[in-house]
């Protein structure tokens, strides 16, 4: 199972992905900012890739670049009994600010929406992870607000901004480029209260 884009191919991880996924994420961002073990070993990775397989829901992805088979990050499409589909992901330091994330993550949800027909995929980040958000927002997904102490990195709770990608409401066309240049913007329903769930009003 593979995702091919311009540039990149999302192919399952492999044992040949522990080593240099040990290496990456010892970046202190990339434990700041997701909810990958911190510290990060060896047989985290180890763990990790044999997870992912033992699922074989091949919802997650090492993101390589096509023309050099060189690996850049991961991305996951999270589908968790009673949640919303989600993504996360995180690139490698040295290739970071190529537009990388942005294109994987516009493949990526281009597959759950026309692939797995999902009617919504959903993204969350801590509250001052720029870059990421930039990411989501280019590749069309909508402020919804902060959640306060959402999610736990590196041993603390965490506010977020969960951003969300418009349901699935209209036809795509694969191919036709960038999720956000489809018009999907204006289909967006405005983010109010009313949107929130009991649970995120008692949050
Ligand atoms: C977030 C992350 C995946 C982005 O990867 P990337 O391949 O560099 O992303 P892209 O090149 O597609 O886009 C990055 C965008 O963020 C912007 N950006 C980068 N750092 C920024 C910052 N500190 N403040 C604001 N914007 C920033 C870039 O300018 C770019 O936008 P532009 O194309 O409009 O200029 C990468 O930085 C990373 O792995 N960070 C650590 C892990 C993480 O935060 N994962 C996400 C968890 S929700």
């Given at each position: 199972m593979s995702l091919t884009s311009a540039r990149l191919t999302l192919r399952v991880p492999e044992e040949c992905d522990i080593d240099w996924i040990t290496a990456e994420l010892q970046d202190p961002e990339i434990q700041r900012n997701t909810?990958?073990?911190?510290?990060?070993a060896r047989r985290d990775a180890e763990q990790f890739v044999a997870s992912t397989r033992e699922r074989g829901d091949n919802t997650t992805f090492v993101v390589t670049i096509?023309?050099?088979?060189g690996p850049a990050g991961v991305i996951s499409l999270h589908q968790r009994p009673k949640h919303a589909p989600s993504i996360g992901y995180w690139i490698g330091k040295s290739v970071r600010g190529q537009g990388i994330a942005t294109e994987a993550v516009i493949r990526i949800c281009r597959w759950g929406f026309e692939?797995?027909?999902?009617p919504i995929i959903t993204w969350m980040a801590r509250v001052g992870n720029d870059a990421s958000r930039a990411v989501a927002l280019k590749a069309g997904f909508q402020m919804e607000g902060i959640l306060r102490l959402r999610v736990t990195s590196q041993g603390r709770l965490r506010d977020c901004w969960p951003d969300r990608s418009s349901l699935k409401s209209s036809p795509r066309t694969p191919g036709?480029?960038?999720?956000?240049?489809?018009?999907r913007a204006g289909m967006l329903p405005p983010p109010h209260a009313?949107?929130?769930?009991d649970e995120e009003h008692d949050a």
């Open positions: 909810t990958v073990p911190s510290p990060y096509t023309a050099t088979g692939d797995l027909d999902l036709r480029g960038p999720l956000h240049a489809q018009g009313t949107d929130l769930t």
